[in-house]
């Protein structure tokens, strides 16, 4: 079983920046894929970045590539999401999960609670 916890969410104005931090307890951290999925109001949840059990894959969404960066610190069992350039467009509670599959799907076995982040023009 693996427990996770968002933070870092908060408003920023356009062209600003956040770092989203997940932190995962239990053992066996560095086993799982991690991902980061975002769902805006009104909208269906879709996947943002995901990175491999010890971080030398990763994977973005066309929507996000060259402004997000997704990244993990095994030792402290959490993984990062940097996120610059924002636009008001990644306005939406963002989710991280852990899972065996280093994947875009949502086939993840265990997800936080969701961070909120809102970009205002």
């Known amino acids: 079983q693996v427990q996770l916890v968002e933070s870092g969410g908060g408003s920023v104005q356009a062209g600003g920046s956040l770092r989203l931090s997940c932190a995962a307890s239990g053992r066996a951290f560095s086993s799982y894929a991690m991902g980061w999925f975002r769902q805006a109001p009104g909208k269906e949840r879709e996947f943002v970045a995901a990175i491999s059990w010890k971080g030398a894959y990763t994977n973005y969404a066309d929507s996000v590539k060259g402004r997000f960066t997704i990244s993990r610190d095994n030792a402290k069992n959490t993984v990062y999401l940097q996120m610059n350039s924002l636009k008001p467009e990644d306005t939406a509670v963002y989710y991280c999960?852990?899972?065996?599959?280093?994947?875009?799907?949502?086939?993840?076995?265990?997800w936080g609670q969701g961070t909120q982040v809102t970009v205002s023009s």
């Open positions: 999960a852990a899972g065996n599959r280093f994947t875009y799907r949502s086939e993840y076995d265990y």
